[in-house]
């Protein structure tokens, strides 16, 4: 595929992946609200699938984990109270392993080829709000397992009751974490959330530092073209 096509591409999955944000953001609950929200998420990873994964023995090694994943995502309404542990357990995990499967691809591409451009730091931006999802699920699954690895807010306590807002609340806190920014309403205080807190500033700074290093590129390959007087 030509260069120009999969710029268009990674335009689109930087779109659709900020308009995740804001979606998640808003806080929607269940009904429509719900249903709008589930829709946005599977349009959200075959658009991953489609953009970041490419030959066919590639995909369908991605494709056991994705096409679960979507299910899980869809069926989950329809199942019993008593099943959503475990099914909020599975879908993390599995989601989780898509998204991190995206962002390894992504990094290898752009290590491994050296194409100029604005394509790379497309690419590299994708990978870092890709991987703030992935450290979502990861992090859900660790409170789901230990709950008191996690000092929440008590007036955050409603939001956890709820699928929608516990991913939108996650998604807030492992920004935060990659930024290294971090805010007093959830506080990693013990093991394993102490642990991932730390990995994932750490991946943070490495993710950072590869999108300047590339902004970095650019300027200098512009000013190496600027004519001389």
């Known amino acids: ?6 710029r268009h ?6 779109v659709l992946l ?11 609950g269940s009904g429509k609200q719900g249903l709008l929200s589930d829709a946005f998420r599977t349009v959200l990873t075959m658009a991953i699938f489609v953009v970041v994964f490419w030959g066919t023995r590639e995909r369908r090694l991605v494709a056991v984990i994705l096409v679960p994943t979507i299910a899980l995502g869809w069926v989950r309404p329809l199942l019993a109270a008593s099943h959503e542990f475990a099914v909020a357990m599975a879908f993390n995990l599995l989601m989780a392993l898509f998204l991190w499967a995206a962002v390894g691809v992504i990094l290898r591409d752009l290590f491994r080829r050296s194409t100029p ?20 699920g ?5 409170y789901q397992l230990v ?11 409603p939001l956890l009751a709820h699928w929608h807002s516990r991913l939108a609340l996650f998604s807030h806190y492992s920004f935060s ?4 920014i971090g805010y007093s309403d959830i506080t990693p205080v013990r093991a394993p959330a102490t642990t991932l807190s730390l990995l994932s500033a750490i991946f943070g700074m490495f993710c950072t530092a590869i999108v300047v290093s590339l902004f970095v590129g ?3 390959g512009q000013k190496g073209h600027e004519p001389t007087q």
């Open 1 to 6: 595929m030509q260069a120009n096509d999969r």
């Open 147 to 157: 709950p008191a690895s996690h000092s929440i807010a008590p007036e955050l306590d």
């Open 138 to 142: 990861i992090n859900l699954l660790a």
């Open 177 to 180: 974490q990659i930024l290294t």
């Open 117 to 136: 451009g604005a394509l790379p730091v497309l690419g590299a931006i994708c990978a870092y709000l890709i991987a703030a999802d992935a450290w979502s």
């Open 218 to 220: 650019i300027a200098q």
């Open 9 to 14: 591409k990674y335009d689109l999955l930087l």
């Open 18 to 28: 900020l308009a995740s944000l804001v979606i998640r953001s808003a806080g929607v």
